[in-house]
């Protein structure tokens, strides 16, 4: 348990990558990762576009939008940092219109089987859906839910303890690692 706990507590948000391709083996470790995702009355709504080389990973970065909380400058990644594969969740609505529960247990398990090798992700809901789900060829009956962002860290990314303010906004320190701060346990939980 305690090397899960640990996974659990590394896993974070990265945004900034070194320039090294993810193997295969991995790719289809974190997509049978996904598969194997709990999925309500399981009915699997859920399908995967796989998003590798560096034309076609920079034509879905370019309809991303990368850390709301900080300055763009500080926040997207630079064209050398960028990410080096990318993974959409679809949603298939006639399989199951409201499927958010199913991606993001999907999501937890392809993000923690890509962590598990070192491989960093960042989960991005903010991107030009209409001008992806054209170049991914989509159908009326298929949405995009998310993209996910793959590739090696080049930074560390940390969780403090969240200050008395109660300010939950992350932010770069002097080395530009992410550091988010996180809710006291027993602050968030409640026995009866």
Request: charged share 25%; proline share 5%; glycine share 6%.
């Amino acid at each position: 348990m305690d090397n899960l706990l640990e996974l659990l507590k590394t896993r974070r948000t990265y945004r900034r990558f070194q320039q090294k391709e993810i193997d295969s083996s991995i790719v289809d470790e974190i997509l049978m990762a996904a598969r194997y995702a709990s999925s309500g009355a399981n009915r699997q709504p859920l399908t995967y576009i796989v998003i590798e080389g560096k034309n076609k990973v920079d034509q879905v970065f370019e309809q991303t939008k990368w850390a709301a909380m900080l300055p763009p400058e500080d926040g997207q990644p630079k064209d050398n940092e960028r990410p080096t594969l990318f993974i959409a969740v679809i949603q298939n609505t006639d399989i199951n219109a409201n499927s958010d529960t199913d991606a993001g247990l999907a999501i937890s398990n392809m993000t923690l089987a890509a962590w598990n090798h070192g491989v960093g992700s960042c989960i991005i809901g903010n991107c030009n859906k209409p001008v992806l789900a054209e170049l991914f060829g989509l159908t009326e009956k298929q949405k995009i839910h998310t993209v996910v962002a793959f590739g090696y860290p080049s930074h560390r990314s940390l969780i403090v303890p969240m200050e008395k303010d109660g300010s939950n906004k992350y932010y770069l320190d002097e080395n530009r690692d992410y550091v988010v701060p996180k809710r006291k346990l027993e602050d968030i939980v409640t026995f009866l």
